[in-house]
């Protein structure tokens, strides 16, 4: 459980970035050894450095290693790598996902977009993707039946 003062930090991240990374963080992670899709499209989807620092802060925060505020007076917590061996078995693909992302953009540059708001970046991706033609065959293979789409990929391949 997440102490108060972390609620209270992730509410002014809100105001300083537009949004809270917990609410994207903050979940249990699959068995299988993938990240849960909201969380891996999430952080591919980060397109500014102060963002994607702000989600590894988040990350480390949420206190899922040693609990530091537990630990005696005589540690210094600062000189502990909690990250590395104490964290909950699998948060390290979360960090190891946005260190990726953070040397992608470090590599490609940030997406330049201007101070627009969440609902405005989310309305400039639907007009693109409605723009982009998928929308229109997705639509109508969604109302195909399996047997319908395998035979429609038969024919494009040339297949009797």
């Given at each position: 459980m997440r102490p108060d003062s972390n609620a209270q930090a992730f509410r002014k991240l809100k105001d300083d970035i537009g949004?809270?990374?917990?609410?994207?963080?903050?979940?249990?992670?699959r068995s299988d050894g993938?990240?849960?899709?909201?969380?891996?499209?999430?952080i591919k989807g980060i397109d500014r450095l102060a963002?994607?620092?702000?989600?590894?802060?988040?990350e480390r925060k949420l206190q899922r290693g040693k609990d530091i505020q537990n630990l005696p007076d005589s540690v210094d917590?600062?000189?502990?790598?909690?990250?590395?061996?104490?964290?909950e078995p699998g948060r390290q693909r979360v960090l190891d996902a946005l260190d990726?992302?953070?040397?992608?953009?470090?590599?490609?540059?940030e997406r330049n977009l201007p101070d627009w708001t969440a609902e405005e970046r989310r309305e400039r991706a639907v007009k693109l993707y409605e723009g982009s033609g998928k929308n229109e065959r997705?639509?109508?293979?969604?109302?195909?039946?399996?047997?319908q789409?395998?035979?429609?990929?038969?024919?494009?391949?040339?297949e009797a």
């Open positions: 949004e809270n990374p917990a609410q994207f963080l903050d979940r249990p992670l993938e990240l849960p899709l909201m969380i891996r499209d999430r963002v994607l620092h702000a989600y590894r802060a988040v917590p600062d000189a502990l790598d909690f990250y590395e061996h104490d964290i990726a992302r953070q040397q992608y953009l470090e590599e490609h540059g997705s639509t109508e293979e969604e109302s195909l039946s399996a047997s789409k395998l035979a429609r990929m038969r024919s494009e391949r040339g």
